[in-house]
């Protein structure tokens, strides 16, 4: 039998027949049901209430006057009520509202553990969890509301209302916490079981989002706080901290702090940059000086109040505000500056800016056109081009340093972890021992190079003859107490000027007439180093690029037959002096005094076409004594290679004469047109030009700077009459007899060695004859494999053809075209005249 409590559902703030539990009969007026028969609840549950006239239904009794009796039957039934879920309730609704409270006096009743142990018997043995949530999310709503009034009454102004901000959050945040410790089965056992319910922690900072952290006044008034820390500097300043760790909790820093601050930083730099920049006391290096310093405090601000993971941010908004159309005015105002002050430390710093707001482009392109134009200046400065190498290089070490250890950007290397093998396999130690490395920028490298080419094609031709006489400066002055390492390096820095030049003929062409000086002079300080320079002219370097963590070179070396001939110089040296040796043996067969005649006589037979000397049409007139003495070896010499062929050169040739002055005699070591000139006052005291010239047969210029040597130099052992710096025709010289020198021997130079104006022309003039025949043949040889052509191809095979020698200009090709063309190598199509055709 069913009983009255499942029967009967009432609403439940009634408990009506919850004690009871027995059978009841519906009576009717004019119903006379069986005592026991049970009432039909439902009026059309049978046939006989569904004839009945439908005027009122079972629930509207007492609308018609109507009245419903129950009679209950039976012995009433005693019910034993479990009121201990009741009280564990009433415990855990109580100290909710307790532990939400704040500015109250309602306290705890009793311990956390107790409302721990109520809350699992609430949830777990009455199942009451919905009941107990729905009170929690009462209470919050109360607190938070209670919070949020709290903090709009507030009087506190600027920055100091941050502090009572604060405190509601650290205090909410502290509340919650043992709320959620204190009610962890209600999270674990119902907020589990139920879909997209949030949990009492969650549920707590969606209510404080709601209701605070989403309220117009009060983001207002945070906003304005914060606004007032950023602008003016504040005592209160360590409550940051603390408020972004409250709004980083409640998932809330980046919507209202970070992006609020950032904001204000960069419009707070750019007005400063604008203000810094109109001021005209202010220069562009002074303004670097600033983002620099603004660098450093925004870094220490970040450090001491702000999240490490917004630094990068922060400091990429400093520098964009402050250089944001800045860049352009700071490269044309320091640039140029801070290189010729070579100021490697403020270069630094501007590279850092600039990388900073993904300036290094136009970094790059102001670095190198000031290289350029820096490069181009000291080529085209002719007053100076002695010193031309020498700037050059002083420069070129400067900037080397830049872009090995300024200009540099740095990378984090994690190392490469050994194999393993499966049995040792252990845990991964990625990550750890991360090194970072400074690795040059290519960029730079790259420019560098470019700029100092282009400088050198400002003066076509002659930093590639400057730098091949700074070499042979550098190789007759030897080491001078320097490291054979050190004066290695000196010399590989030279050959590195050497790689931007395209006239590498021009060099070559220079460095041959200067090796064959110094050796024919002996006049190098050490024929190791002129061998080991050889070899590194023989071997063509090409710089190369390595992409690694460092900036690294790989050197790609290509045999240069061109300076194989120094090679062929060293060997016709040793040659001579095992034919010197055979001759001094010969004449000592006709006597001691033959012998030592010939030990006398030191000759250096060459042969022509590797040695870069032109054959003389006319020279000088020696005296009888030495013409017997080059007659002897002549004619010992044709005995031995009877097919040879000598001619004599005394231009290159030396001697060594000793001399008697008023302070005794010296020993003089003079060049063989010096010692013809010396030895006319053997004759006569005072000799006229005019007089000299027609005894030696010397040709004039050389006449002349022979004289200037002898009477115009440091060491003069000839005095001009009248005094000046030219050698006149009407000029007379006399011999200094009260010539004197601290040293028994005396070395006076000799203008031949060096050379001179009128020999540089000459050369040049020999490169360019060279260059046009260089150019013919190859043109016919690109022709003769090609058959046609039209001009633009075959002036892009023509330069290829010659590049590795020098880089023609394009009129020079276009008139070799041409005169092969009238030479009839070549023809032009009837059809087409810019088509050439090869004439076999």
Known sequence: MADVYTLLTLPSTSSAFSALSTRINVVEPGSASPPRKVARLDADSDSASASRPKTHSAGSFSAIGASLELKVFGAPIKLIVDTRGDNDFRLVKQNCRALLARGTHEKLSTSLNDIYRACQSVVLVYGKGEGIYENVKIELERCIGGLSSELLGNKSQDTEWLIPFNDACAWFEKQVGLLQSSLAYLDRVYVQSKKDLPTIRRLAFELFAREILENASIMQRLQASIRSWIETPHKLRDCIPELNRHLFNHGQFHVIFESLYMKLTHAFYVNESNEFVQNAKNTATDFLQHCNQRQVEEEQRVDAILPSFVKEEVLDTTYRALLSGRLDWLTKGALGGLMEQKKEKQLGIMYRLFARVDGLKVLCGAFKLHVQITARDIVKDVERDEDMVHRLLEFKSFLDRLVAAVFVDEITVHPVEPMKSPANAGPSSAGQGSLTKKVPNKEFS?????????????????????????????????????????????????????????????????????????????????????????????????????????????VSTEYDPEFGMGDHMFNDLALSRDTMREYIEYRSRFGEVAQASAQKLSVMVLQRSFWPFTSRTHDVDISSSMQDELTKYHNFYKNKHQGHKLDWDHALGTATLKARFKNGEKELSVSLYQALVLLLFNESPELSFKEMKTLTRMEDTELRRTLQSLALGKKRVLRKVPVGKDVNDDDTFHFNLDFTDPRYQVHINSIQVKETAEESKRTQSSIEGDRKHALDAAIVRVMKARKELYYEQLKTATIDAVKSHFVPEVNMIKQRIQGLVEQEYLRRDEDDMSLYIYVA
Do not use: W
Not at 469 to 485: L, P, S, V
């Open 446 to 554: 790259y420019a560098l190079i470019d700029a100092f080419q282009s400088g050198f094609k400002a003066r076509r031709n002659k930093p590639a003859e400057m730098i091949a006489k700074y070499i042979d400066r550098a190789m007759r002055k030897g080491q001078k107490g320097k490291k054979d390492e050190d004066f290695q390096a000196e010399l590989d820095a030279a050959l590195g000027l050497y790689r931007f030049t395209d006239d590498k003929d021009v060099f070559r062409t220079f460095y041959h007439r200067a090796l064959a000086k110094r050796l024919l002079l002996e006049r190098s300080a050490s024929d190791d180093f002129e061998k080991a320079m050889l070899k590194r002219l023989k071997e063509r370097t090409s710089l190369y690029i390595l992409l690694t963590f460092n900036l690294a070179s790989i």
